[in-house]
C-alpha cells in the first residue's frame, strides 16, 4: 500500500522523530510512505482562534497538496490534526462560500486516517509485539487526548496497541479521560486554568509510578512533558509510534533525551531489504 504521511505543524517543527517514528512503523509492514509537497497546517489553530477567513487559504493549501499526491490512504500522528480535517475543514469552506473546497475537503479528510486507525481498521494490527517487533521494558501509563477521544472516538485503540509491546510494563492513567490543560491556544489565552488542569493530570501521572506517559498528540505531551520537566517528576512524555516504532536492534532510549536512533541511509537500506513482519489475513488491503 502507498501510503501519504501528513506530519502536522508540531510534529514537523518540533519532533521530527515522532514522524520519523510513524514511518518505521509502516515500512516495517511492509508499505511504501510517502510526503506530498507543499503539506502544511491544517488551520485547527487559526479556526480554534476564531479566524476563519485567515483559514481559508490554509485549508486550501491542505487540499491542494493532498488531492495532487498519489496514494492509497493518508495517515498522521496527530488524533487533533486528523479530527480537523473533517470536523473544521469542510465547514470553513463553506463559510467562505466554496462548496468545490468542501467536498474536496471531505474526500480528503473522508480517507486520512489517525495512526492507530490506520493500524488497527486498516493494516489489522492488534499486536504489536507479534507483529511489528516492538520492544519496550519500562513502566509506561497513557493519556487519551480530548479530539482522539472524543471526536474521533478512537477509543481504546492506542493504548491497546502500546499495552501489547513486548516486555512493557503498562498501567492505567486514574482519571485518563480527564482533559490535561492544553487545548491550543486555550493554553495561551487561559494559562491559569491550563496549568491547573496540567497540574491535576501529573498528580495522577506521578501516582503510577510510570517512567513515561505516552499519548498520540505531540501537543498534549508537549504541555505536560514541559510541566513535569519544571516540576522535576523525573517522568517523560513520548509519543506512542516512537513506542511502537522501538525494538530490541534499535531501542527507544529514555537517558537523557527520549528519542530513537537515526539510522544512516546505509543502515535503512539494509533495514529495508529485511523481509517486513507478516499481517493476518484480511488486515492490510
Known sequence: MRIALFATCIVDAMYPRVAL??????ERLGHEVVFPPGQGCCSQMHVNSGYFADAVPVVRNHVKAFTAADYDVAVAP?????????????MIARSAGD???ARAAEAVAGNTYELSQLLTDVLGVTDAAAQLGSWFPHRVTYHPSCHGMRLLRLGDRQKDLVASVADIDFVELPDAEE?????GTFSFKN???SAAMAEEKIGNIVSTGAELCTGGDASCLMHLGGAMSRRETGVATVHFAEILASTRQNPLEVSGPVELSIQTPKARRAASSTPAPSVPEGGAR
Do not use: I, N
Request: proline share 7%; net charge negative; glycine share 14%.
Open 179 to 183: 482533559c490535561c490543560g492544553f487545548g
Open 78 to 90: 496527530s488524533g487533533s490534526c486528523v479530527a480537523s480535517l473533517g470536523h473544521q475543514q469542510p
Open 191 to 193: 494559562p491559569d486554568v
Open 21 to 26: 517514528a510513524t514511518v518505521r512503523v509502516l
Open 99 to 101: 462548496e468545490d473546497l
